[in-house]
Every structure is written in structure tokens, then in C-alpha cells.
């Protein structure tokens, strides 16, 4: 099969490599129809995280199940599945309470790569939700996007507590914070304010529901969240960016009492626990459980009550990855969708 490996820092080959295949009675095998590459993929390709020899790439991933091991039952040869960056059981306590990402057995994807022809997939029963059937080609984005940055957005809103009658403010305009204002419209938020500072996301951020943008940034930006709120803060926000500065944009921008669900892999931060001690507020976050939303998630693609697809600004065949990862690291895309 075709696949995505990484040699070095800025070095991205798509070359033959072995077959995905069945390893564990537990596990499927996908052909995979749709890949992407993520901002987390950045970090190996900037040499920020170490790189250990030639290595796979991708835990995103779409697909036509082509093998199933001899212990799975909830999937079957031909369906269309959607999955999510950790496979889990999703029968354990901490899955059963809707926290897959943290589940007993958790495995995260990725050791293996998803930018691939085929991909194996652990857990399958507990990983993997078929579709209806097969898709109409232009949901294979927004499926696509339900496997990672779109269920990490909704679980964001639904950490701030998004719902009828709330304020949401979103800190974070990539695909994950823009997926967390489409999730906050769904979910009946009242107003939604996202903050950013370029044109075409803050167009996007308003067709998926943004009712109002700001461009102030950390303690500017938080006092501008407290102006519009008459001096209280959102009832919830959402933090999708992971450093020290987006973090406290995040928290003091909260009401006392109120909600921050932070989605951002946090690098660097540090929180003083005093000052945090005086916010009063409810923080609520981690790798995001997609599995808990993916068959809501589906159905809304499915009707096409949303699309949130359109976070993809680049398309390329997997041929061209080298290409994507180039537009991702020089900023001239935001998510890039590989084609199979
Ligand atoms: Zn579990």
C-alpha cells in the first residue's frame, strides 16, 4: 500500500509499505477514503518533537471496512466508518460515562499512520461507527472532520456548557476552535464570540454561527469579552489553543461560576493556583472523547444540518502530502484533506 512516512524535519516521502493487517482477533482493516494531515502532525515536521526514525503519519481517518478480526461484531466487510485519533472499547466505566479518549484500553492511533491506502484500526467494535450507507462524495469532507477536529470542537462546547440562553466565547480560529462555534449553534447558544483576527476564519466562524467577533487578544481580549457581557464574562468558553496566554485568555473571560472547555494541547502552561483559586470558574478539557459524539455527529452530516467540511481550505491527493504538510507549515493552509 501507499503511505505517508516521515524521515526528518521538513522530509515527507509517500512510498510503498507493507500492508495494513489484522494483528489483534479485536482489530479491523480499512481502506481508507479520506485523510488528513493535523496541526499536531506540525510538531514532528518543524522538529519540535523528536522524530525516531522513518515514521508513519496520520490518526485521522474515513474508510470502507476490507477485513474484520475474528472477535468483531459491530462492523462488517463493506461498511463506510468513521473513527477517532484513540480507539477504545467503549464498554469500560471511564467509556460508559462518555470519556473514551480516556478509556482502560485506550490505544492512540497513529503509531501505525492513517495517511494510507489501508489502516489497521484497534477495537474496531468499540472505535468505529458505520454510516447509513455509502456516502454522497461531498460529505466525505465533514466525515471526515467528524474523526477528529469537529468532535474535538463539539465536545469543547459542550465542556463550556454551550445551550439555550448562553454566551460562548471562542478563543482559537483553526478548525477545531471554528468546529466549537458550529457545535455552540447547534447546541442552542444564544450568542457566540470567537475571537480572530484574519478575514476569511472570521467569515467562516460567522456562517457556522459566530454572532459576534474580537480581534483583542489575552488580557485585552478577556476585558473585551467582559465589556460586551456587562462587566459578568461568558457563560462559557472555549479554549483551543494550548499556551499560556490563550489559557488565561480563556479563564478570564469566564464568569465566576462559569465554564471553560479546553480542547488545546497545552504547551507550556502553568497555572498559579491562586490566582486560579479566584475565578471561581469550572475547567473541563483534555483529548477530546469523539467517540462519545460520532453517531450524533453523523446524522447531523447525514441530514446535512451542517458542514462542518468546509474547515478544509486545501485538497490534495495523497500523492502530494509533501505538498500539504509544506501549505500547513508556511501557513498556507489550515487543514489539509488528502484524497485516496
Ligand atoms: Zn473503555
Request: hydrophobic share 40%; aromatic share 6%; net charge negative.
Amino acid at each position: 500500500m501507499r503511505g505517508v512516512v516521515m524521515y526528518a524535519p521538513g522530509d515527507v516521502r509517500v512510498e510503498e509499505r507493507e500492508d495494513a493487517k489484522i494483528i489483534e482477533p479485536t482489530d479491523a482493516v480499512i481502506r481508507v477514503s479520506a485523510a488528513c494531515i493535523c496541526g499536531s502532525d506540525l510538531w514532528l515536521y518543524r522538529g519540535i518533537e523528536a522524530l525516531n526514525g522513518p515514521t508513519p503519519m496520520g490518526h485521522e481517518y474515513i474508510g470502507v471496512v476490507e477485513q474484520v478480526g475474528d472477535q468483531v461484531r459491530n462492523v462488517k466487510v463493506g461498511d463506510f466508518v468513521v473513527g477517532s485519533f484513540v480507539a477504545s472499547d467503549n464498554t469500560c466505566e471511564i467509556c460508559q460515562a462518555g470519556y473514551q479518549s480516556r478509556c482502560i484500553h485506550n490505544v492512540m492511533m497513529g503509531s501505525e499512520g492513517t495517511q494510507a491506502e489501508l489502516a489497521r484500526i484497534p477495537l474496531a467494535d468499540g472505535t468505529l461507527v458505520a454510516t447509513p450507507g455509502e456516502p454522497d462524495k461531498d460529505l466525505i469532507p465533514s466525515l471526515l472532520a467528524a474523526s477528529d477536529v469537529l468532535g474535538t470542537g463539539w465536545f469543547a462546547a459542550v465542556a463550556a456548557e454551550a445551550g439555550p440562553g448562553k454566551t460562548i466565547a471562542v478563543v482559537g480560529d483553526g478548525a477545531v476552535g471554528l468546529s466549537a462555534v458550529l457545535a455552540a449553534k447547534q447546541l442552542g447558544a444564544e450568542r457566540i464570540i470567537a475571537f480572530s483576527r484574519h478575514p476569511e476564519r472570521q467569515a467562516l466562524a460567522r456562517e457556522f454561527g459566530a454572532t459576534d467577533i474580537v480581534e483583542e487578544r489575552g488580557d485585552a481580549g478577556a476585558a473585551k469579552i467582559k465589556e460586551l457581557t456587562g462587566g459578568y464574562g461568558a457563560h462559557g468558553v472555549v479554549e483551543a489553543v494550548g499556551t499560556q496566554e490563550s489559557m488565561w485568555q480563556a479563564i478570564n473571560s469566564a464568569r465566576a461560576g462559569g465554564y471553560v472547555g479546553y480542547v488545546g494541547v497545552t504547551h507550556g502552561v502553568q497555572l498559579d493556583g491562586l490566582n486560579l483559586f479566584f475565578t471561581g470558574v469550572h475547567l473541563h478539557g483534555g483529548p477530546a472523547p469523539v467517540r462519545r459524539f460520532l453517531p450524533e455527529l453523523i446524522r447531523l452530516i447525514w441530514d446535512r444540518t451542517i458542514d462542518p467540511g468546509k474547515v478544509f481550505d486545501l485538497t490534495l491527493p495523497l500523492d502530494e502530502a509533501a505538498e500539504g504538510y509544506k501549505a500547513m507549515d508556511e501557513r498556507r493552509a489550515t487543514k489539509v484533506l488528502l484524497t485516496l
